[in-house]
């Protein structure tokens, strides 16, 4: 059904998709940029300080990268802590929202109150970090996973979402014998799916780009994940995770500038393939865990 939009209404609309245009370049630059700069030419990286198309694609950055272990080992060490560390949150999550959903529960204003005083005062990061040494989790991927196992705001969300499931689906399974683990198995989980496929973006995005936690507590640099090592390539400029021994003497370095924008890419694009598979309920799970409280 089309409408007739007045003179005022459709330049507004005209300006509104220029702007929204313009703000999506500005935000499609700087990608534009890491991922031109990792394929060009040493010369044209060199002789041109900002490209966006190189003239020539070369690959030579990424052969020199994956030349050692040190990268793929830490993908798949930080692809390992998303995946499990993502099960553990929504497991953890879910396990606590489902009955703080339930208005009979006893204590639960002030289980909700010690939940809502988390997101405003926290242990601080010495508690943190000597609890995690005290139970021997210290260069084990446990301590980047069991400590922020629960984040206060999704499980408010995730609460509020349940609340909103009719209440006679749960009488209706008590009538056909099912008990309230099943009841949560069953049919909770089952339907929750746009506001659980929400919190497994936020939650894996998180563990993905989380770098702070390991430096504080992985020490074996053979268990860094890939944002410790990108970290250590791109700020600190060290080097040395390359191996260009294996291409013959008339191998040439890539500049440093080509290893870390190649370093960058390969960081970002496991991620970036995972979105597009949740994207369909991502806005709807917002809405729905938000509606009331």
């Given at each position: 059904m089309?409408?007739n939009?007045?003179?005022?209404?459709?330049?507004?609309?005209?300006?509104?998709?220029?702007?929204?245009?313009?703000?999506?370049?500005?935000?499609?630059?700087?990608?534009?940029?890491?991922?031109?700069?990792?394929?060009?030419?040493?010369?044209?990286?060199?002789?041109?300080?900002?490209?966006?198309?190189?003239?020539?694609l070369?690959f030579?950055?990424?052969?020199?990268?994956?030349?050692?272990?040190?990268?793929?080992?830490s993908?798949?060490?930080?692809?390992?802590?998303?995946?499990?560390?993502?099960?553990?949150?929504?497991?953890?999550?879910?396990?606590?929202?489902?009955?703080?959903?339930?208005?009979?529960?006893?204590y639960?204003?002030?289980v909700?109150?010690?939940?809502?005083?988390?997101?405003?005062?926290?242990?601080?990061?010495?508690?943190?970090?000597?609890?995690?040494?005290?139970?021997?989790?210290?260069?084990?991927y446990?301590?980047?996973?069991?400590?922020?196992?629960?984040?206060?705001?999704?499980?408010i969300?995730?609460?509020?979402?349940?609340?909103?499931l009719?209440?006679?689906?749960?009488?209706?399974?008590?009538?056909?014998?099912?008990?309230?683990?099943?009841?949560?198995?069953?049919?909770?989980?089952p339907?929750?799916?746009?506001?659980?496929?929400?919190?497994?973006?936020?939650?894996?995005?998180?563990?993905?780009?989380?770098?702070?936690?390991a430096?504080?507590?992985?020490?074996?640099?053979?268990k860094?994940?890939?944002?410790?090592?990108?970290?250590?390539?791109?700020?600190?400029?060290?080097?040395?995770?390359?191996?260009?021994?294996?291409?013959?003497?008339?191998?040439?370095?890539?500049?440093?500038?080509?290893?870390?924008?190649?370093?960058?890419?390969?960081?970002?694009?496991?991620?970036?393939c995972?979105?597009?598979?949740?994207?369909?309920?991502f806005?709807?799970?917002?809405?729905?865990?938000?509606?009331?409280g």
């Amino acid at each position: 059904m089309t409408r007739n939009l007045s003179l005022p209404s459709r330049i507004f609309d005209t300006m509104n998709v220029v702007f929204l245009i313009f703000v999506s370049l500005i935000t499609l630059l700087p990608f534009l940029y890491v991922i031109a700069a990792s394929l060009a030419s040493s010369e044209e990286v060199t002789q041109k300080p900002f490209l966006l198309i190189p003239s020539k694609l070369d690959f030579t950055a990424y052969k020199y990268i994956f030349s050692t272990s040190s990268i793929s080992r830490s993908l798949l060490v930080s692809v390992m802590i998303t995946i499990v560390g993502t099960f553990t949150n929504l497991l953890m999550t879910s396990l606590m929202a489902y009955p703080l959903a339930r208005k009979d529960l006893s204590y639960r204003r002030g289980v909700l109150f010690l939940v809502t005083f988390s997101m405003i005062f926290s242990g601080g990061m010495i508690p943190t970090f000597l609890v995690v040494k005290a139970v021997g989790m210290m260069d084990s991927y446990m301590s980047l996973i069991i400590p922020g196992a629960i984040s206060a705001f999704y499980l408010i969300v995730l609460k509020n979402f349940f609340q909103q499931l009719p209440e006679g689906l749960e009488e209706s399974a008590k009538i056909d014998g099912c008990n309230d683990f099943q009841i949560y198995y069953k049919i909770i989980l089952p339907l929750s799916k746009p506001a659980l496929a929400t919190l497994t973006l936020f939650y894996a995005v998180g563990h993905w780009n989380s770098y702070f936690s390991a430096i504080l507590y992985i020490n074996d640099a053979a268990k860094w994940p890939i944002q410790v090592l990108l970290r250590q390539i791109v700020i600190l400029s060290q080097g040395g995770f390359g191996d260009s021994t294996q291409f013959g003497e008339s191998f040439v370095v890539p500049p440093a500038v080509t290893i870390k924008m190649a370093v960058i890419v390969v960081s970002m694009l496991p991620i970036l393939c995972v979105y597009p598979f949740l994207q369909k309920h991502f806005a709807k799970g917002l809405y729905l865990g938000s509606v009331k409280g």
